[in-house]
């Protein structure tokens, strides 16, 4: 997420002195300087930024995308740099005394109550909250930790998880607000306000809540957007933020436009840095880098109006083996970007927060139909191949609750895969040469079911069979093994990447002699 900053300043001509925790920072090639401290080290940074400036003058300390808002206004504070004060950024990175701000200045966010960890969480309940709910540690990011919860057990396993998650071992559950969210940026310099871009987030998996992705500019009206503009801005004078950079999360709510955060940064999640300027032409990057040197932050008038979609994939849980069609997502029409964070060797989970997540693709078109269009083609020429035979992988496709790929697919189709053997013929002869067959399953092909990348069954068993090598078995045959129910349910689990995987164990275990037992096992 420096990327963009780290390069607009190098364009500028600024010296770039890059901190990061990680001794194999992404942009650390690219800076002039680059020192390893942790984020959360303040004192750290600190003295990194005092044995800068005797070489050189040290004009302003910046990120983006990242929590750490209150370690770069400590050091901006202690050297006498433009910026924010640490008690104002500090408001906007612990959510209780966030919330507290917005409750004082009667800005519309969720009642909350805060919990250390001490007694029966369910005594939470008795300060006027009601299900749903939702929990938080009060200082981490990316939704980790963060959970709906519906009842007093749930309330107890999603406080305890969360305290593991925050730093100062400190939860929040606040009440649940239902609607729509959207994803606000804002510049402040000397009080005044702007908000630079307004985008439609797009979340799933509950009770966890991932961003999917998201959409630049939102397709909601002008006077709903005029409304959450104006609650924002509420919540950022409510912290306190005259100088910097603000970043909301509003949900549109029955009762109206509701603060869910504010972060004193720009966005993270892609936006900031490529979706509003791929969608504006304006470097809002560009112009909270100027306002933490402390000159103003230029012309935020958009050069032009075209739509940027975000989508991430996912993996479902295990081993990464091998990842198909980057350079095909990439030479997609429309793609502008393509991030990948997984590998082969790679453990990959089902994501419960928005770190979890394998990578995105970035498209931008004149319309909002050609810019979603172009980023789900990106996304569907990608492929993650897991390690055969993984415990994890079987058990999430074969024995787990939880999401399904397919989750919208009609009740009658997900009759007739329990109604099906799983498999037929004989197992001991599944090795022989040429493509494992699959038994159809009836009227998949018209089927308007879409995975969770956007992708239509049809189109999931199509690549499934092509990279898994199989085929889908016609009239009759004299194969000796055709696999029926496990191979649909593989597939409305786990999509086009559950396919493969039970492809490329059935033909690994049948090719040491194992089959039975790995079938016995589904």
């Not at 800005?107 to 749903?132: K, M, Q």
């Not at 004193?264 to 936006?271: E, F, K, Q, V």
């Not at 090795?431 to 159809?440: Q, R, T």
Request: proline residues 6%; contains cysteine.
């Amino acid at each position: 997420m420096q990327l963009p900053g780290v390069r607009i300043a190098r364009s500028k001509g600024w010296r770039v002195i890059l901190v990061d925790g990680n001794p194999d920072a992404m942009a650390r090639q690219l800076a002039d300087r680059f020192e390893v401290v942790d984020l959360k080290d303040k004192e750290g940074l600190l003295a990194v930024a005092r044995v800068c400036a005797e070489s050189t003058p040290l004009d302003g300390v910046f990120t983006a995308g990242t929590d750490f808002s209150s370690s770069v206004a400590w050091v901006a504070e202690k050297m006498g740099l433009p910026g924010m004060p640490y008690a104002v950024a500090m408001r906007a990175t612990d959510k209780s005394l966030m919330r507290e701000a917005f409750m004082k200045a009667g800005v519309p966010s969720p009642r909350f109550t805060a919990w250390t960890g001490e007694g029966d969480p369910a005594a939470i309940l008795g300060s006027g909250l009601v299900f749903p709910l939702v929990v938080k540690p009060v200082d981490n990011m990316g939704s980790r930790g963060v959970r709906r919860v519906d009842d007093e057990t749930a309330l107890a396993d999603a406080c305890r998880g969360a305290l593991r998650l925050s730093r100062s071992s400190r939860v929040i559950v606040e009440q649940f607000m239902d609607g729509r969210e959207l994803s606000l940026d804002a510049v402040v310099y000397r009080g005044e306000i702007t908000v630079c871009g307004v985008a439609d987030r797009h979340i799933f998996f509950p009770p966890s809540f991932v961003e999917m992705g998201h959409t630049m500019p939102t397709d909601l009206d002008a006077g709903a957007v005029r409304e959450a503009e104006d609650v924002f801005r509420a919540g950022i004078r409510a912290i306190g933020i005259d100088n910097g950079a603000a970043k909301g999360d509003i949900k549109m709510t029955p009762r109206g436009p509701m603060i869910g955060e504010i972060a004193a940064r720009l966005s993270g999640g892609y936006m900031s840095g490529w979706t509003f300027p791929l969608s504006s032409g304006v470097e809002v990057t560009e112009a909270a880098m100027n306002i933490a040197v402390g000159i103003p932050p230029g012309n935020l008038a958009p050069w032009y109006h075209r739509t940027s979609a975000e989508r991430a994939f996912l993996s479902i849980p295990g081993t990464v083996e091998q990842l198909w069609g980057l350079d095909d997502a990439k030479g997609s029409p429309g793609v502008a970007e393509v991030f990948s964070r997984v590998a082969p060797g790679s453990e990959v989970v089902f994501p419960a927060n928005n770190v979890e997540k394998c990578g995105n693709v970035i498209a931008v078109a004149d319309t909002r139909g050609e810019a979603v269009d172009a980023a789900e083609r990106g996304i569907a020429a990608i492929g993650i191949r897991l390690r055969p035979l993984t415990k994890t992988t079987s058990r999430f496709l074969f024995h787990e609750a939880g999401h399904s790929a397919f989750a919208a697919a009609p009740l009658e189709m997900l009759a007739a895969v329990s109604r099906m053997p799983p498999f037929k013929g004989d197992p001991v002869r599944a090795a022989s040469p040429g493509s494992l067959l699959m038994e159809p399953l009836p009227g998949f092909e018209r089927s308007e079911a879409r995975d969770w990348h956007g992708m239509r069954l049809a189109e999931a068993v199509r690549i499934a069979l092509l990279h898994g090598d199989g085929a889908m078995r016609t009239g009759r045959s004299s194969r000796p093994f055709v696999l029926s129910g496990l191979f649909w349910r593989a597939m409305l689990r786990g999509s086009a990447q559950g396919g493969v995987y039970l492809l490329d164990s059935v033909r690994h275990a049948a090719s040491q002699g194992r089959l039975m037992e790995f079938l016995a096992e589904l």
